[in-house]
């Protein structure tokens, strides 16, 4: 309603309404002769600047996207991507119930959404292995050693590097004076200090410019300077997963995994995430700087699928009767969610699925990576299979497929049919508990099943129709974080005018 609204002149003619019936009670009580009181001069200069239109506060629309929501409905420091993708979904899913909208007209989301190809290619076999995975944020990690100054950033290390040993030298001598010396400075006589105390001033005053240096030493800072186009090169290149569980060997080895872009939407947005988890399992921000070009071409950036001459490898565990499934590292999920990287016990599994339990750093980093993933806290399901480094949501666009046992149990418990028994542990994610106390509340149970099937052809119908366009891409708007950690800071965002200023 509210974007119905705006959208349309339905707000301006409530206002001209209403000051017209202002005008008319006016006159009615003090006569034909009635003027309205003029407006300041700074009222009647914004209208001559603006133009005559409804504004919505930020604050409406915050509280308006986030109700309901268990972060976004709150005051607290919130994630801009996480945000971005919760208001994606909310608009996309107002768009599905939505009779004012035509069909012809695209969704909000579909201008986003980017499949992204994954190449794994076993070092063993050579047998290869494509995947494909659906996003609407291209996500890209920061290469400190990618920079175009590295020169000048080793050689400002190395300059602070001697500034402070030569400081901690300086005070180590202080340390190592003659006991003597101290004795004598303990037999001050009292107009000694007197002298000091008087002198103690002048001191503060010629340590001011040398503070004034410190402060002009921070600001000769020499920062890494890295391209955008140079991390999207890197976002390209092969890398290599030790410990990986081949399904035609079934044995631990080396794959090669490469990222192409399957799709390009006609609007892409980029995330470059400065975050990374350091030693001490803390995030910490990459403290760089990223020139971002106002064009960019991405058609290198286009996958070309399976090859003819590409063999492809088998699913599961290959052809090995009886092959064990694999099941997440216990100690790595219980690592993962005591030190607070996982905030589900099932995301922690399916970091350790991802990686094929090749260590905890490994699975703390896929976590980084796919934190923003929608079924990220699911279930894992039963028909999982064995592909490490998976994208997290898979080629299925139907997410999760209940277990014909448990449609079967329901069935039987609630006397109704296993089709409505099937939706029903879809929406408890199986839980067959969930699932009864589901079928039971609803008010009008085959009108919402109606609903329901409807909405899982519009998002088939949505699955198959992503836009392939154009790899050519101008900057529309930048949002850059201001701190140094992931609770605090402050988010500002520069958008281009339709003039060219931003």
């Known amino acids: 309603k509210l974007t119905v609204g705006v959208s349309t002149d339905r707000y301006i003619k409530q206002r001209d309404e209403s000051l017209k019936m202002d005008l008319d009670k006016g006159k009615d009580v003090y006569g034909d002769g009635y003027v309205p009181r003029n407006k300041d001069k700074k009222e009647e200069k914004k209208d001559e600047e603006g133009t005559s239109c409804v504004a919505i506060k930020p604050r409406m629309i915050k509280r308006l996207i986030g109700s309901g929501h268990q972060e976004f409905s709150t005051n607290r420091q919130q994630d801009a991507v996480e945000y971005f993708r919760h208001f994606i979904e909310f608009m996309n899913r107002q768009e599905r119930s939505s009779k004012l909208l035509s069909k012809d007209v695209p969704g909000l989301k579909s201008l986003f959404k980017l499949k992204i190809e994954e190449r794994l290619q076993c070092q063993q076999s050579q047998k290869v292995r494509y995947s494909t995975a659906e996003d609407i944020v291209l996500k890209v990690d920061v290469d400190l050693a990618l920079a175009t100054n590295m020169k000048e950033v080793e050689e400002y290390k190395k300059k602070k590097e001697e500034e402070a040993k030569a400081k901690k030298d300086d005070d180590g001598d202080d340390k190592m004076k003659d006991k003597t010396e101290d004795k004598d400075k303990e037999k001050d006589t009292d107009e000694d200090k007197d002298k000091d105390k008087d002198k103690e001033p002048e001191k503060d005053k010629e340590t001011k410019p040398e503070e004034v240096k410190e402060e002009k030493k921070d600001e000769d800072k020499v920062l890494p300077i890295i391209p955008l186009e140079k991390l999207l090169e890197r976002y390209l290149g092969d890398s290599m997963i030790n410990d990986w569980l081949s399904p035609a060997t079934n044995k631990k080895g080396q794959v090669k995994k490469t990222v192409r872009m399957q799709t390009f939407p006609d609007y892409l947005a980029i995330q470059v995430q400065r975050y990374y988890i350091n030693a001490s399992w803390i995030p910490q921000k990459h403290d760089c700087i990223i020139p971002v070009p106002e064009e960019l071409n991405l058609e290198f950036m286009r996958g070309k699928g399976k090859q003819d001459n590409e063999e492809e490898?088998?699913?599961?565990?290959?052809?090995?009767?009886?092959?064990?499934?694999?099941?997440?590292?216990?100690?790595?999920?219980?690592?993962?969610?005591?030190?607070?990287?996982?905030?589900?016990?099932?995301?922690?599994?399916?970091?350790?699925?991802?990686?094929?339990?090749?260590?905890?750093?490994?699975?703390?980093?896929?976590?980084?990576?796919?934190?923003?993933?929608?079924?990220i806290n699911d279930p894992i399901e039963d028909d999982s299979g064995g592909s490490g480094g998976g994208g997290g949501g898979g080629d299925d666009a139907g997410g999760y497929k209940p277990d014909p046992e448990k449609v079967n149990e329901l069935n039987m418990?609630?006397?109704?049919?296993?089709?409505?028994?099937?939706?029903?542990?879809?929406?408890?994610?199986?839980?067959?508990?969930?699932?009864?106390?589901?079928?039971?509340?609803?008010?009008?149970?085959?009108?919402?099943?109606?609903?329901?099937?409807?909405?899982?052809?519009?998002?088939?119908?949505?699955?198959?129709?992503?836009?392939?366009?154009?790899?050519?891409?101008?900057?529309?708007?930048?949002?850059?974080?201001?701190?140094?950690?992931?609770?605090?800071?402050?988010?500002?965002?520069?958008?281009?005018?339709?003039?060219?200023?931003?």
């Open 313 to 375: 490898l088998p699913k599961g565990g290959g052809n090995v009767n009886a092959a064990p499934k694999l099941e997440a590292d216990a100690q790595i999920v219980s690592t993962l969610t005591m030190l607070g990287l996982a905030a589900t016990e099932n995301a922690a599994k399916r970091a350790c699925l991802a990686v094929q339990n090749a260590n905890a750093d490994m699975a703390a980093a896929w976590l980084m990576e796919h934190m923003g993933d929608a079924n």
């Open 413 to 502: 418990i609630t006397m109704m049919s296993k089709e409505y028994c099937e939706i029903a542990l879809i929406q408890a994610n199986g839980d067959s508990g969930r699932a009864a106390e589901w079928l039971f509340s609803r008010d009008n149970l085959d009108e919402e099943i109606a609903n329901l099937k409807n909405e899982q052809n519009q998002i088939k119908k949505e699955a198959t129709n992503i836009s392939d366009g154009k790899s050519e891409y101008k900057l529309m708007a930048i949002i850059s974080h201001l701190g140094t950690a992931t609770s605090h800071g402050h988010y500002v965002a520069h958008i281009k005018r339709d003039d060219g200023n931003w």
